[in-house]
């Protein structure tokens, strides 16, 4: 039986339109030197009246599926995390799967935040573990910045928008998660929310129109204990130790959280991916996006353990080991229909 599910294709996409920090000097009372000081973002991609989550989402699975020699019709399975889907319903996963034509698979959205995307490729994987499909596509979408208040400065500055997928393939050899832990509290809800449409009418905003609402230190206390726990057991539980990982790429909310992580790990800044001053808080999209930026470096090899690590609201977390490399039954066709080198990176930013 094959019981590994092994990531066979990548892809990503993020809009065109740049949003700097100086032009949102312009939108609030804040400062470029200010948001780079306690956050490290100097840009961020902002949709444009044509893109939405599942736009996006099907231009970074279409790339994925070309990387992994599959055709839409080899689809099994379709999960798409967001929190910014075009609709209530249907799903961006079925909208996804009508565009791509993967006329077999089943599709669904999972919503848990930043954490989406992890509790997203732990579910795809047990899937394929049990037997039940072969191929699975696990995506990362979000218009997060149609959810934003642009006269919040304590928000706005923070988030932007894209996509990142990723393919997995049934495989013998031991490839993919080595472990995987998902968590939640929800007693964290309060810090971090977004009413939507079925919330009690009084719980709305005044002005009726859903907007996020973050306690921004509250989120921060949370976040870094919850990094380095989740990373050091997911690790753990790989029967690994720090020293084993090769690359660790975390949730990109912000530098500060990132770098006190690495601190507290005792690992060197060159063995963690970080993009976040080019894209801000892409929330499910952001370790995606920031997997697929690293595997276009040369950042990740063949047999590397790879930590992928997050928070998010909820609360929300989840850690998990990666063992990366493409097997030789599955990665030969993937190079040759292709046409793709593995490590050759994502060349799909749009
Ligand atoms: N520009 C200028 N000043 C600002 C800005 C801004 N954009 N935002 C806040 N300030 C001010 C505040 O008003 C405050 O001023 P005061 O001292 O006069 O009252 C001061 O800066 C400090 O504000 P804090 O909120 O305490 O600033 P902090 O250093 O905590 O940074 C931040 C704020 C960046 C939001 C930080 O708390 C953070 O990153 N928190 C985590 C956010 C996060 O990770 N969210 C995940 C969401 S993901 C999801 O699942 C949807």
Redesign the pocket.
């Known amino acids: 039986m094959n019981n590994h599910a092994c990531v066979t294709g990548w892809g990503m996409y993020v809009p065109e339109r740049v949003l700097t920090n100086q032009e949102l000097e312009k939108l ?4 470029d030197s ?2 780079i000081e ?2 490290g973002i100097r840009e961020r991609r902002v949709v444009a009246d044509h893109e939405t989550a599942s736009t996006m989402a099907t231009e970074a699975a279409r790339q994925a599926l070309d990387r992994a020699g599959l055709e839409a019709k080899d689809i099994d399975l379709i999960i798409v995390a967001t ?1 910014s889907p075009d609709n209530y319903y249907p799903s961006c996963g079925c909208q996804v799967q009508d565009t791509l034509g993967a006329k077999r698979a089943a599709a669904f959205d999972l919503g848990a ?2 954490s989406g995307f992890l509790y997203a490729l732990s579910t795809a994987t047990q899937f394929i573990k049990t037997g039940a499909y072969r191929n699975a596509v696990v995506i990362g979408a979000e218009a ?1 910045t149609r959810t934003l208040n642009w006269e919040d ?3 706005c ?2 988030f932007g928008d894209g996509a990142g997928a990723l393919v997995l393939q049934a495989c013998q050899e031991p490839f993919g998660l080595r472990s995987f832990l998902l968590g939640a509290d929800g007693s964290g809800g309060k810090f ?1 929310y977004l009413r939507n449409l079925c919330a009690r009418p009084g719980d709305w905003p005044e002005n009726n129109r859903p907007q ?1 609402y ?1 306690d ?2 509250e ?2 206390k949370f ?1 870094v204990g919850s990094m380095v726990n989740t990373a050091r057991e997911a690790i753990k539980m790989a029967g690994l130790s720090l020293s084993d990982i090769d690359l660790i790429i975390p949730h990109q ?2 530098y ?2 990132i770098s006190s992580m690495t601190r507290f790990l005792k690992i060197p800044e060159d063995r963690v991916v970080i993009n976040i001053d080019r894209y801000g ?1 892409t ?1 499910s999209a952001s370790i995606p996006v920031a997997l697929c930026e690293a595997i276009r470096d040369g950042r990740v090899k063949d047999g590397d353990n790879l930590v992928l690590v997050s928070f ?2 909820g609360f929300t977390w989840a850690g998990l080991v990666l063992k990366w490399g493409v097997p030789a039954e599955v990665g030969k066709r993937s190079l040759s229909q292709a046409g793709a080198s593995r490590g050759d990176g994502q060349g799909g930013v749009k």
């Open positions: 609030v009372d804040t400062s200010w948001i306690r956050t929190v935040g930043c997060f400065r304590g928000t500055v923070l971090l996020m973050m921004g230190p989120v921060f976040a909310a912000n500060r959280i808080n929330v998010g609201t």
